[in-house]
């Protein structure tokens, strides 16, 4: 897996660019170029279609900013924070807790910072920069602070998560729909964390984009009847012992899982296995997908239960996709503290407070994982390219007239002023027809549309299969017909 060249090539070809390059940029930002915004947009879309629509889940659009009173309810104020260590000669600065692990390979997680400080002394953990010594580990709050107004004597923050911004609109959304439970609110946006050391192209950024949703259920309602449909859906899963013992990744069904009590809640289990549906017709294989059964030291004290959807990635596994079952803990904690009362009212008349399952998926680890695992180092047809689903296909269809023929450029004109109001398109009459099939794998283009000699005689053109290469005559009368059923496709074939 070659990272550094698709890091290359998605600046090279419009995809991912450092953000403020020219200015030398602010390291853990990135900008998405004209194919690369295509390909977020569509991963987008398909995530839509495929969580969204059929489960009386409701997208809404919330501030960036928010007050401080959001957080302090929230617990970010307080536990949002990574434990740091800095260097008392270059004053270099650490995580220690990422420190410590690479360079003893222990876990570190659920550690005080007491135990941190003290685990660095012990083993004598020195700046990996300069050999200096470290200072005791403190916390760093990771929330970009904001002085809101002229005066800027209003604390708000930028959100760190957009979850936030659906409980604090919980009882807005649920009036204005007049809605019953279960039903969920989903949001899609950036969201702000100030890591100490970002890291790994779009693993670790200070700026990205999630999409959450918050899923409200009736608390006594254990029974989720859509889930039969998933239930023998297959996942691998990290158990507590695993990890534990260094163990494997175990095959299970959803149903399995839950019996095991690894997934606590059987909405939960209906997402996963909507996940691991959802990544695999990304392209991302069955053996680089597995959900992790979070260890009880990592899960918060009002989690029923938490499992990270984790990737195979070049460096190794991370995770792309939080689950938790958060119960009433958010709606509890903003009621207490705005006054506002957070219930609903069931049909028995009962009031209750919604417990939550949350999904929350990481769009930009989503990308990285596609393009590492579409990526195709092709020694035979000389040049690299990307086997995108051409559902995400940032661009779905490329049209060429074979040579520079006065005839042909305006015959493949024609059509691609008819298709691009459609299909996201390109039109390339420059250079080789080899050089421009190769631009478009390049951006992983999977149909290939080129206007011939025969075209301008019976109103055919050819149709080049990106993952084949080979070409299939098609009739100019069937063609959009013939690109609407393959360009929205999962599969090229
Ligand atoms: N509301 C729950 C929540 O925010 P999280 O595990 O902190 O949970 C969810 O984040 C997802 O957001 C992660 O699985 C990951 O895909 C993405 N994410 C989190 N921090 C990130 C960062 N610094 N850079 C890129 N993506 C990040």
Request: aromatic fraction near 12%; proline fraction near 4%.
């Amino acid at each position: 897996m070659n990272v550094e060249k698709i890091i290359q090539i998605a600046k090279k070809r419009g995809f991912i660019f450092p953000s403020s390059e020219i200015y030398g940029g602010i390291s853990g930002t990135y900008d998405f170029g004209p194919i690369g915004f295509l390909l977020k947009k569509k991963i987008i879309e398909y995530w839509r279609e495929f969580f969204l629509k059929d489960d009386n889940i409701f997208e809404i659009e919330t501030s960036l900013i928010m007050p401080e009173k959001v957080f302090e309810a929230s617990g970010h104020l307080k536990g949002f924070v990574d434990p740091i260590t800095q260097c008392k000669k270059c004053k270099a600065l650490y995580r220690a807790d990422h420190l410590i692990e690479e360079s003893l390979h222990i876990f570190t997680e659920g550690l005080s910072i007491e135990e941190l400080t003290k685990i660095i002394k012990e083993n004598n953990i020195k700046c990996p920069k300069c050999g200096g010594e470290l200072e005791e580990v403190k916390v760093f709050n990771l929330m970009f602070e904001l002085g809101i107004g002229p005066l800027k004597d209003s604390k708000g923050y930028l959100r760190p998560e957009t979850a936030q911004g659906i409980f604090v609109n919980f009882k807005n959304v649920f009036n204005s729909l007049r809605a019953k439970l279960p039903f969920g609110i989903a949001q899609i946006g950036k969201s702000f964390r100030n890591e100490i050391a970002p890291r790994q192209w779009l693993i670790r950024m200070r700026e990205f984009t999630q999409m959450e949703i918050e899923f409200f259920i009736n608390p006594e309602e254990k029974k989720f009847e859509k889930l039969k449909k998933y239930e023998n859906v297959k996942i691998r899963v990290l158990t507590r012992e695993a990890q534990k013992n260094n163990g494997k990744e175990e095959e299970m069904s959803i149903k399995e899982a839950l019996e095991k009590n690894i997934i606590p809640s059987e909405y939960m289990a209906y997402f996963i296995a909507k996940e691991q549906i959802f990544y695999e017709n990304l392209g991302i294989p069955k053996e680089a997908i597995r959900f992790r059964h979070l260890l009880p030291e990592e899960t918060p004290h009002y989690s029923k239960g938490n499992v990270d959807m984790e990737i195979k990635f070049d460096f190794g596994w991370k995770e792309v996709v939080g689950n938790a079952y958060r119960s009433d803990y958010d709606l509890k904690k903003h009621s207490e503290f705005s006054g506002e009362k957070l219930i609903v009212t069931l049909d028995n008349g009962k009031q209750v407070i919604p417990h939550v399952i949350e999904p929350s998926f990481g769009i930009e680890r989503t990308i990285y994982a596609i393009l590492l695992y579409s990526f195709v180092e092709d020694e035979k047809r000389g040049w690299d390219w990307f086997n995108f689903a051409p559902k995400i296909a940032p661009i779905s269809v490329a049209v060429f007239p074979l040579l520079n023929k006065e005839e042909m450029i305006k015959k493949a004109e024609e059509i691609f002023e008819n298709l691009k109001m459609e299909f996201d398109s390109i039109f390339d009459k420059s250079g080789s027809i080899g050089k421009r099939y190769a631009r478009a794998d390049e951006i992983g283009i999977p149909f290939c549309i080129t206007v011939d000699y025969q075209s301008l005689e019976d109103n055919t053109v050819t149709v080049r299969n990106r993952n084949t290469t080979q070409q299939l005559r098609v009739s100019l009368k069937d063609l959009k017909e013939f690109l609407r059923e393959k360009a929205n496709s999962l599969s090229i074939q």
